[in-house]
């Protein structure tokens, strides 16, 4: 068997029935707290009759049946592969043996932080533009990890429960010009802060189906997307008191948005679209990107974007650089990719074309230096011009 094929079979199957993992029902992915992955039909097999406590078959950690949960980025893949099922290499855009692509000139892998044991199946990465500093969402038992400008960790927060402080379910970070982490928690379908000791300044769990995909503005207003409502909204707080102003509906009718970013310099808000798999065809996302009055300015879908780029595509995170423009990653070719300005989008210029796994997230810090998330391998790398 092929090293590429092994690597399919362990990513794509259960390691303990071998079933392939599929999106619902008993082949559901289950991330277990030590960070190895289960179907939900094994999950329940070794938690016993009673279903209370399980022990880990690879590493033995022992847990709780409720401390469990769905492997998000493996749900993901599943999403892009659609329900025909396929190969990786032939969902992701891959032949065989190809050699990989030359990394682009004037960009070089700085610094990696994190990797497997430190960071379990990473969902969102932000920056605080001030400090340097990085939050870092994750499946482990602190769901937030706050990383330094030289990658040391300086803060893990965020435990699995009910208390005020504790985050059941990250799906995304972002922090705020006055330095406050804002979580979107896909647990209770909340949105909670803190300041960077880990202490809970609020919590709104009232009014959001499924909120995701969350990014600040430069006045410490917070976007974020509600996945299941298929909407976008601007939450307005006084983070510093922990008094909640307003949550206000800014766009409907979106297709399962997840991804959102917010220009710093021009207001302009772009949204990842998770369109639904027709038939036997896979899934694929749309990049839309509206003014910060809220006018549509540009849209398109893989398939238009296949039309022109070399590649088919699929958006999992998206940011704006400091020139304004709108960066993505793209988990079909491994990348990130540059699509120009709103009023030029798209344009294709591969900024990352070698050394990514899985990116499911990036951001840009404040010495301009491209952080991307890759859950892949569990760590965040940081890019800066060479």
């Not at 938690?47 to 980025?73: I, M, N, Y």
């Not at 290499?89 to 990696?112: F, K, N, T, V």
């Not at 960066?327 to 294709?348: M, N, R, Y």
């Amino acid at each position: 068997m092929a090293a590429e094929d092994e690597a399919e079979l362990g990513l794509l199957e259960c390691r303990v029935c071998f079933e392939r993992y599929g999106p619902g029902g008993q082949r559901r992915p289950r991330n277990l707290p030590c960070g190895h992955v289960l179907c939900r039909g094994c999950v329940g097999a070794l938690g016993g009759a009673e279903r209370r406590r399980l022990e880990c078959p690879f590493c033995r950690r022992v847990c709780g049946s409720a401390e469990t949960s769905d492997c998000l980025p493996l749900l993901q893949l599943l999403e892009v592969l659609g329900p025909a099922g396929g190969s990786v290499p032939s969902a992701l855009g891959r032949s065989g043996g190809g050699a990989a692509a030359p990394a682009p000139a004037g960009l070089g892998l700085r610094l990696s932080l994190g990797g497997w044991g430190s960071l379990v199946n990473p969902t969102g990465v932000a920056a605080c533009r001030r400090s340097g500093r990085l939050a870092v969402a994750h499946d482990g038992k602190k769901r937030i990890h706050i990383f330094g400008p030289s990658g040391s960790c300086l803060q893990r927060f965020g435990e699995r429960g009910d208390a005020g402080n504790d985050i059941k379910y990250p799906l995304d970070v972002t922090v705020t010009s006055d330095g406050h982490v804002v979580v979107t928690d896909g647990g209770d379908r909340s949105v909670k802060a803190f300041d960077f000791e880990g202490r809970g300044v609020l919590a709104i769990r009232e009014g959001f189906c499924l909120p995701w995909g969350v990014d600040a503005t430069p006045e410490s207003e917070v976007i974020l997307t509600d996945s299941e409502a298929g909407a976008l909204y601007r939450l307005t707080a006084d983070f510093r008191k922990g008094e909640f102003k307003k949550c206000q509906m800014i766009r409907s009718q979106l297709i399962s948005p997840r991804g959102v970013a917010v220009s710093q310099t021009s207001g302009a808000i772009v949204v990842i679209e998770h369109l639904k798999a027709q038939g036997p065809n896979s899934g694929s996302t749309r990049v839309t990107i509206f003014s910060a009055e809220m006018d549509l300015v540009g849209q398109m879908d893989s398939f238009g974007l296949n039309l022109l780029f070399p590649s088919k595509i699929y958006t999992t995170a998206v940011a704006f650089d400091k020139e304004g423009r709108v960066i993505v990653t793209d988990v079909c070719s491994q990348a990130v990719i540059c699509l120009g300005k709103p009023e030029e989008f798209p344009t294709f210029n591969p900024l990352i074309s070698h050394g990514l796994s899985y990116p499911v997230g990036l951001t840009y810090m404040a010495n301009n230096s491209l952080a991307v998330l890759d859950s892949g391998d569990h760590s965040i790398k940081i890019y800066s011009s060479t």
